[in-house]
Nanobody, 120 residues
Framework: VQVVESGGGLVQAGGSLRLSCAVS????????MGWYRQNSGIQRVLVAT????????NYADSVKGRFTISRDNAKNTMYLQMNSLKPEDMGEYYC??????????????WGQGTQVTVSS
């Protein structure tokens, strides 16, 4: 199973970015997915999560109303639309996917991260 993020970059404060997280490989079922952010030397912070069907989402208070998490199960891809970006949103964004590869065994797979830089 491979998890690959993309879409990071440099943006001015108030701007927007859309991150993508694509899952490939032997995936029987992709369950919950989500995004974390990590600043250098600081613990990863949960940004947003989404259930398998996409009907339930959860956001950190700091991003509510500005970020939207979504997924396209036909493409095994999750997205994070980030609007009204602030300097405090800056960091390395990691996505994860809880994948069932066979039977009832589920593992959490992580991407390599994508950097988001917000200039003030």
């Amino acid at each position: 199973v491979q998890v690959v993020e993309s879409g990071g970059g440099l943006v001015q404060a108030g701007g927007s970015l859309r991150l993508s997280c694509a899952v490939s490989g032997s995936t029987f079922s992709i369950n919950a997915m989500g995004w974390y952010r990590q600043n250098s030397g600081i613990q990863r912070v949960l940004v947003a999560t989404i259930t398998r069907g996409g009907s339930s989402t959860n956001y950190a208070d700091s991003v509510k109303g500005r970020f939207t998490i979504s997924r396209d199960n036909a493409k095994n891809t999750m997205y994070l639309q980030m609007n009204s970006l602030k300097p405090e949103d800056m960091g390395e964004y990691y996505c994860y996917a809880d994948v069932t590869t066979s039977g009832t065994t589920t593992f959490r797979y992580w991407g390599q991260g994508t950097q988001v830089t917000v200039s003030s």
